[in-house]
Nanobody, 121 residues
Framework: QVQLVESGGGLVQPGGSLKLSCAAS????????MGWFRQAPGKGRELVAH???????YYADSVKGRFTISRDNAKNTVYLQMNSLKPEDTADYYC???????????????WGQGTQVTVSS
């Protein structure tokens, strides 16, 4: 069982930056693929990025070049650095822990409670 707690959300102006953090419980954090999803109002949840235990990363096209996922296994924490934020990045952001399948897809098994990001002037 893994418990995930996100932090770092808030209100930011377009073009600004935010860094989300997700602290995980458990002693097997390093073995998990960690991912970030987001859900905008009235829309479905979409995958933003994930990073495997071997540090292979994936980014959605909509955030490529602007967002960076990273992890610190010593701190059981995964991060999402978000730069050049746009109003369309406004959403609830969720951390997840799971596994990277052979196809390269990410299978999330555990979820955090989410943190809200609002990009507005």
């Amino acid at each position: 069982q893994v418990q995930l707690v996100e932090s770092g959300g808030g209100l930011v102006q377009p073009g600004g930056s935010l860094k989300l953090s997700c602290a995980a419980s458990g002693r097997t954090f390093s073995s998990y693929t960690m991912g970030w999803f987001r859900q905008a109002p009235g829309k479905g949840r979409e995958l933003v990025a994930h990073q495997s235990s071997g540090y292979r990363t994936y980014y959605a096209d909509s955030v490529k070049g602007r967002f960076t996922i990273s992890r610190d296994n010593a701190k059981n924490t995964v991060y999402l650095q978000m730069n050049s934020l746009k109003p369309e990045d406004t959403a609830d952001y969720y951390c997840s822990a799971g596994f990277r399948l052979g196809s390269g897809a990410f299978r999330p098994d555990y979820w955090g409670q989410g943190t809200q990001v609002t990009v507005s002037s």
